[in-house]
C-alpha cells in the first residue's frame, strides 16, 4: 500500500509536468504549481517557498 501511494504521487507529478508545459508563459506559474503540489502531496512533502 505504501508504494501504491508513492507510485501514485509520482504519476501525478508526471501530470504536473505535462500540465506545467502547456502554460509555461503564464505569471501565476509557481503559484499553480505550488497549489498543485499541495493538492496533491500535502503539506508535509511540499517544500517551494514563495
Same mark, same amino acid.
Given at each position: 500500500l505504501k508504494? =501504491? $501511494?508513492k507510485l501514485n504521487? &509520482?504519476?501525478n +507529478?508526471?501530470?504536473i509536468g =505535462?500540465?506545467? /508545459?502547456?502554460y509555461l508563459s @503564464? @505569471?501565476? &506559474? #509557481?503559484?499553480? #504549481? /505550488?497549489d498543485m503540489i499541495l493538492g496533491i502531496l500535502g503539506v508535509t512533502y511540499?517544500? #517551494? $517557498? +514563495?
Open positions: 508504494y =501504491k $501511494f504521487q &509520482l504519476s +507529478i508526471v501530470e =505535462k500540465y506545467m /508545459n502547456a @503564464d @505569471d501565476n &506559474l #509557481i503559484s499553480m #504549481i /505550488n511540499s517544500t #517551494i $517557498f +514563495i
